[in-house]
C-alpha cells in the first residue's frame, strides 16, 4: 500500500538559510500534518491542512511556514535556520472521517 | 485539556516473557487512544486504536492493549516478545470531548529493550 512520501531524507544547511521540506501524503488523504521530534523526544505538533486550508496551529516558529496545494501535497519553508531547528521533521495524514494519522519517513534536518 | 503519562522511559524484558509498556490518559470527553512504534532512524508506524467498542483492541504484530476507563490506562501487551520488538513506543490521545482538539497528544515514549 502507498504510504506518506517525504523529501528529502536527510538535509544538511548553515545557519541562517532555508530549507523546505516536501510531504506526499496517502492517495485520498485530504489532511495534512507536520511535527517536529528533537534527539529523544515525543513528536511536537507543528501546523495542520485540511483540504489545503489550514487547520490547526502548534508550536511552529513564526520563522517557519507551510501550504498544501491543489494536490494535497504540502511544503514546510524553514528560513533564518537555528543550530536548534535541528531535529526529525515528519508529516503524517489522514482522512477527516479516520482517527489514524499515518506518519511519513521523516527528514532529518541537520544545521550547522 | 487532553494529555497522556507513559511513566516508564524504558521497559527491559526477555525475549519469549510478556511485555507491557504502560500509557495513562487525561481527558475531559471521551478518548481516542493510539500507539505508534518508531524504529532507529524511521517514521513512527501505527499499530492499534481505540475509538469505542470492545476494550481489548488488538493490532498489529501480535500487539494488543487494553482500555480502562475507571484507570483512564491504555496499556499495550504483547504475551511473548521477540528481539525485533525492540523500538521506542509513543502513546497518543485525543479528547472527543467539547473543545477538544484533533490533533492528539503524544506521549513522551518508552524504550522497549527485549533481550535474547
Known amino acids: 500500500a502507498a504510504g506518506v512520501i517525504q523529501s528529502p531524507r536527510h538535509l544538511i544547511k548553515e545557519k541562517r538559510e532555508t530549507a523546505t521540506l516536501k510531504c506526499y501524503p496517502i492517495?485520498?488523504?485530504?489532511?495534512v500534518y507536520w511535527y517536529q521530534q528533537g534527539p529523544g523526544q515525543d513528536p511536537q505538533f507543528l501546523i495542520s491542512?485540511?483540504?489545503?486550508?489550514?487547520?490547526d496551529k502548534g508550536s511552529i516558529p513564526d520563522r517557519f511556514s507551510a501550504q498544501q496545494f491543489s494536490d494535497y501535497h504540502s511544503e514546510l519553508n524553514m528560513s533564518s535556520l537555528e543550530l536548534g531547528d535541528s531535529a526529525l521533521y515528519f508529516c503524517?495524514?489522514?482522512?477527516?472521517?479516520?482517527?489514524?494519522?499515518?506518519f511519513g519517513p521523516g527528514t532529518r534536518l541537520l544545521v550547522l | 485539556a487532553q494529555s497522556v503519562a507513559q511513566p516508564e522511559d524504558q521497559v527491559n524484558v526477555a525475549e519469549g516473557n510478556p511485555l507491557t509498556v504502560k500509557c495513562t490518559y487525561s481527558?475531559?470527553?471521551?478518548?481516542?487512544l493510539f500507539w505508534y512504534v518508531q524504529y532507529p532512524n524511521r517514521g513512527l508506524q501505527f499499530l492499534l486504536k481505540?475509538?469505542?467498542?470492545?476494550?481489548l483492541v488488538k493490532g498489529s504484530y501480535g500487539f494488543e492493549a487494553e482500555f480502562n476507563k475507571s484507570q483512564t490506562s491504555f496499556h499495550l501487551k504483547k504475551p511473548s516478545a521477540l528481539v525485533s520488538d525492540s523500538a521506542l513506543y509513543f502513546c497518543?490521545?485525543?479528547?472527543?470531548?467539547?473543545?477538544?482538539?484533533?490533533?492528539?497528544?503524544f506521549g513522551r515514549g518508552t524504550s522497549l529493550i527485549v533481550h535474547p
Open positions: 481527558v475531559s470527553g471521551n478518548p481516542y
Open positions: 503524517a495524514s489522514s482522512t477527516m472521517t479516520e482517527e489514524t494519522q499515518y
Open positions: 497518543a490521545v485525543r479528547d472527543m470531548g467539547s473543545g477538544g482538539s484533533y490533533i492528539p497528544t
Open positions: 481505540y475509538i469505542t467498542g470492545d476494550n
Open positions: 491542512f485540511y483540504e489545503k486550508m489550514q487547520s
Open positions: 492517495p485520498r488523504h485530504d489532511t
